[in-house]
Every structure is written in C-alpha cells, then in structure tokens.
C-alpha cells in the first residue's frame, strides 16, 4: 500500500488567499484525522471523521477552516482566508478502527 | 490545557545503552495509549500501544510500561542504535474520543 498521501507537500501562499490541502487514506481504513503541528502547540487534532461523516470538529480553530471527506478515498482541508499564523505543517492520517493511526508526510504551509 | 506532557524535550544515550522516554497525563479516563516516532520531513510513524487494562507491552526492542496510578508511562528502548535518534510523541484517548498527544521528546543516540 502506499500509505496515506498528502499534496501538495509545500505550500506558499499570501495572506487573505484560500488554501486547500488534499488527502487520499489508506484503503480501508475508515477514520480520518487532520492534525496541525506548530511549535507552540505542538500536534493537535483539527478534525476527524468517520465513515466519511465530521465527528468531533473541536478542534478547528476558526471558521476559515473547513474540511470536507466526500468519499472514503479523498479529504481536504480549506483554509480562507488563510493568515500568516496559519503557517504549520499539516498532517493527515487514517486508521482502521479506533487503533494506531497512519501518518502522510505532511504539508507545510507558509502564508506571508 | 495540556493534558499530556512529556516534560523532556531531549534526551542523549550512547549507543547499546537503554533509553527510557517518560510521558505523564492528567486524565485519568485516559484508556489506550500509543507511541509514535517521527523523522524530520516525515509524518508520525507507529511504534507501539498499550491499553489501560495492561500495564507492559513488549515489541522487539520496544517496551512501554503503564502506570496507572501515577498517570504515567515510558517507551524503553534496549539496545538503542543510532537510527533511533528521532522525536517521539506519546498519545493518549479516552473511550474511543480523540488522541491528545505530548509535545515530543527528541531522543539522540550517539555511535
């Protein structure tokens, strides 16, 4: 399998432009996770689903976040307007059931 | 709020010697834990897990120990080779809710 597939990998954008980040699971695996890595706060969930549908959304910090999983082999993450404290690196990752989770390389983006 | 912390942001071992990584949380409904390391420019990769109702986990050169009653856990690596040198993240979830991870340890192993 060839894992959890994130594009792009690098992302640069300006302040106030809309920013989608794509995921593709691993086939089979019926959870999806959006994660954001940052210095300050380290790993933390943004969202995930299961089964396609949102579960627990707590963790998207405003509402120019969205993510959207229109079938079990494809998700993305919007960002608009996208600001300079979104900068991070974003990291995917699915699991079959409620188990370890499976991580893509990440995007980093970089809003200026 | 943190509710998991792992308190050491690095920690150096020689080569052959164990490394034992610490990871303490605050929720005590806290039930399934996992280790995961990470390489820089790569995702968070597997390395083991251990559910509340253990307290040892054994896979190959890694072993992860719970306690509970502290709300306390370490990943101990015997023998560590240099390819261990990474950042390690433990991760915690609580009646199939979500994980809340530590901030990560960054573990390097001198040859």
């Known amino acids: 399998d060839a894992g959890v597939i994130q594009s792009p990998r690098h992302e640069v954008t300006e302040m106030g432009q809309e920013v989608t980040l794509r995921c593709k699971p691993i086939?089979?695996?019926?959870?999806l996770f959006w994660y954001r890595q940052t210095m300050m706060r380290g790993l933390e969930l943004l969202i995930y689903?299961?089964?396609?549908?949102?579960?627990?959304d707590s963790g998207m910090p405003e509402d120019r976040f969205s993510a959207k999983m229109p079938n079990a082999s494809f998700s993305t993450l919007k960002i608009q307007p996208s600001e300079p404290r979104d900068s991070a690196v974003y990291f995917c990752a699915s699991s079959r059931g409620w188990a370890e989770q499976y991580f893509g390389p990440g995007t980093r983006l970089t809003v200026t | 709020d943190q509710q998991v912390k792992q308190n050491s942001p690095s920690l150096s071992v020689q080569e052959g010697r164990i490394s034992i990584l610490n990871c303490d949380y605050t929720?005590?409904?806290?039930?399934?834990f996992l280790w995961y390391k990470k390489y820089p420019a790569e995702g968070p990769t597997f390395l083991i897990s251990i559910s509340s109702i253990k307290d040892k986990n054994e896979d190959g050169r890694f072993t992860v120990f719970l306690n509970k009653s502290a709300k306390h856990l370490s990943l101990h690596i015997v023998p560590s080779q240099p390819g261990d040198s990474a950042v390690y993240f433990c991760a915690a979830s609580a009646n199939f809710n979500k994980f809340y991870f530590g901030s990560g340890t960054k573990l390097n192993v001198k040859p």
């Open positions: 689903f299961n089964n396609n549908v949102p579960i627990d």
């Open positions: 086939s089979g695996h019926d959870y």
């Open positions: 929720n005590s409904m806290f039930d399934y």
